[in-house]
């Protein structure tokens, strides 16, 4: 059995560095060079995952194959790795309290005083090992959310440090990201918020190996010097990380500055081959030489904040390059769309997506805008929600049901077309409860799906409560609303199509979940090419 190395990355000075991205460069570095890697990420909060959370307060909720709701970063780590991440791969201090909490009226503990040191620090512990225990990996690099000095991450600083004394300088290191800020007014870059925070650490017993600076202009060698003498790290170890124009030029860049090469070395492993990065390399030149321009509208309800569809628009940058054009996305709030203004809104783009959501807030913004873009025939992809839309329009506009809605929306409807699932009825709990992980779903031959994957039997990963009501199918058939896309196990209707249209794609998954840089998503691919016919 294969032990794990372990990498922990770090952060300091100040949050939004990019700890996932230079998480996820590495660790497709050292997968390049032929190790098996993963990556996990502990979140500070006390939420048990982020199921729960308001897209505005975090971002995208990242759902895995297994139905874990996790952090966005995981969606950087199976976009770069092309690997499928896990429930293991995201933990959260409320996921570990929840535990200890267990096993205490369990027993499990009974006669002692329960405690942050050791219970709390023994869990968090267990944890970072499951996935270095199972025997797959080479190295596991382990992200701790939040910034170094955070009261909620000293539990985690303290295990880290608990667990390098444990395997030893060789077998755990410390990667630690900071800022090094450029002051105008002097003129210069400043290295005392990388020296405070390397002290922070040290203060909690714990020495970082490699220091990871993000700056805006280059560090010069005295500078690098200087970090390295007062950080008191080898002068090897400090690692420029200029601002990119695009996040998947960083994994080139690390390669350029060689932190694969040192971590490696810290870890008393050898470099073996260059790291194999051509198709990278090939995506990245197609990413930055488009030949052509296609302009998407995003119709969604959390556009102010774009990580709220963090892997909508990283599957388009995807699919994208596969295209050999640029993807040019355009938010536009759903609240604002009305029937008077919607030509105005929408008109001008090649391409159509009504986006996931939950509420009524903005729906009739969203089923104006499917109305538009089946009237004017412009290419169309409804995700989940976006896919609800279009039944439930269909149903109003074509079929004549004026009061057709979804029973979220409006639970005394008389047509709920779409309604909740029938095991939800008994869901009283809100987290983790919805249709959640990857489901298999059939293609019907012939069918815009089907040619895009260019196979008839697919899975992909879900995330809702409600559901195509099937006592409706016959009659959206026939008229013209196609369900091509069923789950063989409850029938459940997965995706509808307009076959007269030019490209009108719902789909009750989220496929935007599964596109990486190996494999851009197919549907994406055919709707941005869709788009670019137009
Ligand atoms: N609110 C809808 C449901 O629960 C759609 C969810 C989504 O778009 N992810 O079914």
């Known amino acids: 059995m294969k032990s794990a190395k372990y990498v922990f990355v770090t952060g300091g000075v100040t949050s939004s560095l990019g700890k996932g991205i230079i998480a996820a460069s590495l660790a497709k570095l050292l997968q390049a060079r032929g190790y098996s890697v993963t990556i996990q990420k502990f979140d500070p909060y006390i939420n048990v995952d982020p199921g ?12 895995t194959e297994d139905g874990a709701e996790t952090d966005l970063d995981l969606g950087h780590y199976e976009r770069f790795l092309n690997e499928y991440t896990s429930q293991a791969n995201n933990v959260t201090t409320g996921r570990v309290y929840q535990t200890v909490i267990e096993n205490e009226r369990r027993g499990d ?28 990996y080479d190295i596991v690099i382990t992200e701790i959310g939040g910034t170094v000095g ?77 970090m390295a003498l007062f ?26 500055e060689k932190l694969d090469k040192v971590v490696l070395g810290k870890l008393k492993l050898s470099s073996r081959n260059e790291p194999e990065m051509d198709k990278w390399r090939d995506f990245l030149f197609k990413l930055e030489h488009p030949k052509s321009e296609v302009n ?30 640029k993807v040019k996305v355009t938010f536009v709030h759903s609240e604002l769309i009305t029937d008077v203004n919607v030509g105005n809104k929408l008109s001008g783009f090649d391409g159509i997506l009504v986006a996931p959501g939950f509420g009524s807030r903005g729906i009739e913004g969203k089923l104006e805008a499917v109305k538009f873009a089946r009237e004017q025939n412009i290419p169309f992809f409804g995700i989940c929600l976006g896919m609800q839309c279009c039944v439930i329009e269909y149903a109003r506009n074509v079929l ?79 008229a013209g609303m196609v369900i091509t896309g069923v789950n063989p196990e409850t029938g459940l209707g997965e995706i509808v199509e307009i076959p007269s249209h030019k490209w009108f794609v719902g789909v009750q998954f989220h496929p935007e979940l599964k596109s990486t840089v190996a494999n851009p998503h197919p549907l994406f691919v055919r709707f941005v090419k869709a788009a670019l016919d137009k």
């Open 52 to 63: 729960t959370l308001n897209p505005y307060e975090h971002g995208e909720c990242y759902v």
């Open 109 to 136: 503990y009974l006669g002692k005083t329960v405690q942050v040191i050791p219970h709390i620090t023994d869990e968090i512990k267990r944890r970072m090992k499951i996935l270095g225990d199972s025997g797959k």
């Open 150 to 226: 955070d009261i909620e991450s000293l539990p985690y600083i303290e295990s880290m440090r608990q667990m390098i004394w444990e395997y030893g300088d060789d077998n755990a290191i410390v990667v630690h990201l900071t800022l090094v800020p450029y002051l105008a007014a002097a003129g210069e870059l400043k290295t005392k918020p990388t020296q405070h925070s390397v002290k922070n650490l040290l203060e909690l017993g714990v020495q970082p190996d490699v220091l990871v600076c993000r700056t805006e202009r280059h560090l010069n060698p005295e500078l690098r010097k200087k």
């Open 231 to 256: 950080c008191n790290v080898t002068p090897n170890a400090v690692i420029e990380s200029i601002d990119l124009r695009t996040i998947y030029e960083v994994p080139l860049v690390m390669l350029k």
């Open 296 to 325: 998407i509208a995003l119709v969604g309800k959390y556009v102010e904040l774009p990580d709220a569809y963090k892997s909508i628009n990283e599957a388009f940058i995807h699919a994208g390059a596969a295209n050999e054009c």
């Open 400 to 478: 004549g049901i004026k009061k057709a809605h979804s029973s979220e929306m409006d639970s005394k409807t008389p047509d709920p077309i779409i309604d909740l699932m029938e095991q939800q009825k008994k869901v009283s709990q809100k987290g983790g409860t919805m249709r959640l992980g990857a489901y298999a779903c059939d293609l019907s031959k012939g069918s815009n799906a089907a040619r895009a994957y260019g196979k008839t039997h697919i899975t992909e990963r879900h995330r809702h409560r409600y559901e195509l009501n099937n006592k409706y199918k016959q009659k959206l058939e026939d």
